[in-house]
């Protein structure tokens, strides 16, 4: 399910907020105005992925602690299509339709877990650009609650 504002999980409206006060004026912001210092309690979230145009592919530079610590694994270094992640045609959707309309892109969804628990993922992703034109990295979390009540959705 994609959503159309980053209002559910305060992390990530938080990121949204941040990466709209530094882009400014410009359609979206550069890598060097990000500053970890700033959103220091996002970053164990947080993935910072770098963008390959022909052809199209996602390559992640940064993974947050969190981020490997529920995917079981580190995959800094490697591409979004190498990876097995859940729905990972919707993944790359958000990220070319960041990329191409250099807009921030949400998604929430839902991922079953060996435990029977449920958990509720929302992803944000918000493109950063060097020349103000062309989309070069983005910056993305991905956050969740868990719950064991299947008719329980946090943004519903």
């Not at 006060?21 to 979206?28: F, S, V, Y």
């Not at 981020?67 to 800094?76: H, P, S």
């Not at 020349?131 to 519903?156: K, M, N, T």
Request: glycine share 6%; net charge negative; aromatic share 12%.
């Amino acid at each position: 399910m994609y959503i159309a504002s980053p209002r559910h999980l305060p992390s990530i409206r938080q990121l949204h907020d941040y990466w709209t006060l530094c882009r400014g004026n410009r359609a979206m912001p550069r890598r060097a105005d990000i500053d970890p210092a700033d959103i220091r309690h996002l970053l164990p979230n947080i993935y910072l992925v770098d963008i390959e145009r022909a052809p199209f592919r996602v390559r992640y530079r940064v993974v947050g602690t969190s981020a490997v610590e529920w995917q079981g694994r580190d995959f800094t270094g490697y591409y979004l299509d190498e990876m097995r992640f859940n729905k990972p045609d919707e993944l790359m959707t958000l990220y070319r339709r960041a990329v191409e309309e250099k807009i921030p892109t949400y998604r929430s969804t839902t991922w079953p877990q060996p435990n029977g628990a449920t958990r509720a993922v929302e992803t944000g992703i918000f493109p950063l650009s060097e020349d103000g034109e062309h989309v070069s990295q983005c910056i993305a979390i991905e956050d969740f609650e868990e719950f064991r009540d299947p008719a329980y959705l946090p943004w519903g």
